[in-house]
């Protein structure tokens, strides 16, 4: 149609309390795909729900794909954003997080459904020291993987700003799970015994990171990323794969070697043709905006969305890329309509 390029628990010999996988163990990512021996793996991301809200509804969304097997699942994390509640006719300023719960809902997945899970770190709005928290507390869950993200400017803030006693830029980040990994915490005074071992992921811009000054300079960094100790990247959207395609032969040039996982995300509404390239600034293909442009309803769109996606999705697949991760957004009914055509 288109032209586009049993939850076990046990004590362990360390005391830590383990959730096993499929086979009996958890896995990195990286090791997930090498075992698959060149097979494309199927995986998803999903959001926690709205402070106040079930699980109920996030494990409504994740059962209908798990017959596709997700070897694991990543779970994003939101900023802190500013509440404004009414207080005696002032306005009182909050800030609060609406959806917290990432590594609380990684351990719950593990549980339900035997995957590894990926918790989404972010260097806004935590310290250093509530890194190193979240991570001991990966660890103690036997969370082995976690993605490496700086997190964007909050809402009213035009820039990024690290916060006090936090992280500037993903590279930092990298570097204190990294040094995690060696057994060295943030104060050298406590004895170490058992270090964790994290698989490491970060995020990597086809079409450039948007505060970027050029792609060959945001490439320079993707490399400072993985040089501080990466392990993978997975892609941000993009709806021509030859803007993938051209960035992994761009990232082998800079010498960046590790596995570069596309991010596909189904377009589902007519609002995303504006909404997508001013988030994100990427661009969208002539013909994708032709056939949203002539659809009548959200419902029409969702399906010209699920039809791209098949289309990028088998190409990607028959290149050899080792996942497709789809971002599902909360809903997994196109998702589900994308893989049962590819796995
Ligand atoms: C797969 C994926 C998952 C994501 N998940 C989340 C999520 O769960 N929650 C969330 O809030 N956001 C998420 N994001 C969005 C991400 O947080 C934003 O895109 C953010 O603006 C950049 O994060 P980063 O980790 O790429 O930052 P960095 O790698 O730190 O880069 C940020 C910018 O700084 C530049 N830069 C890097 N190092 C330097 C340096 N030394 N000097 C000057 N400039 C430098 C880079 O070129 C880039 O422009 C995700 C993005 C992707 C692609």
Not at 46 to 58: A, D, E, V, Y
Not at 111 to 116: E, F
Not at 286 to 293: F, H, K, N, R, T
Request: contains cysteine; hydrophobic residues 35%; glycine residues 6%.
């Amino acid at each position: 149609m288109f032209k586009t390029s049993s939850f076990t628990k046990m004590i362990n010999s360390e005391q830590h309390v383990t959730i096993k996988n499929n086979n009996g163990k958890h896995m990195k990512v990286t090791d997930h795909i090498k075992n698959a021996n060149g097979k494309t793996l199927f995986s998803f991301e999903i959001i926690p729900p709205k402070k106040g809200n079930s699980i109920q509804q996030l494990y409504n969304n994740i059962d209908p794909l798990m017959e596709f097997n997700p070897p694991f699942i990543d779970v994003t994390t939101s900023r802190e954003e500013y509440l404004y509640i009414e207080k005696e006719g002032l306005l009182d300023r909050k800030i609060t997080r609406m959806r917290p719960g990432t590594v609380g809902i990684c351990a719950a997945i593990s549980h339900k459904y035997n995957v590894d899970t990926v918790p989404h770190v972010l260097c806004g709005g935590f310290t250093k020291e509530e890194t190193e928290y979240l991570l001991v507390d990966c660890h103690y869950l036997g969370i082995h993987n976690v993605m490496a993200l700086r997190g964007d400017a909050m809402k009213h803030e035009q820039y990024f700003k690290a916060c006090d006693g936090g992280h500037k830029f993903a590279k930092e980040l990298v570097g204190q799970i990294q040094n995690l990994n060696k057994g060295q915490y943030l104060h050298d005074v406590i004895e170490v015994d058992g270090k964790s071992d994290f698989c490491i992921g970060v995020a990597g811009y086809p079409e450039k990171h948007l505060e970027a000054p050029s792609l060959k300079t945001d490439l320079k960094r993707l490399k400072e990323k993985v040089d501080a100790g990466a392990d993978y990247v997975v892609t941000q959207m993009f709806f021509d794969n030859k803007k993938y395609f051209e960035f992994v032969d761009a990232a082998k040039a800079e010498g960046i070697t590790v596995p570069i996982i596309p991010g596909i995300k189904p377009l589902a509404v007519k609002r995303h043709l504006q909404l997508l390239p001013q988030v994100f600034k990427i661009d969208l293909p002539e013909d994708l905006i032709d056939a949203v442009d002539g659809c009548k309803t959200n419902q029409d769109v969702r399906k010209v969305g699920v039809e791209w996606a098949i289309q990028q999705s088998k190409e990607l697949q028959e290149a050899g890329v080792p996942v497709l991760h789809y971002y599902s957004m909360g809903k997994s009914d196109n998702v589900k309509a994308i893989a049962s055509e590819l796995f």
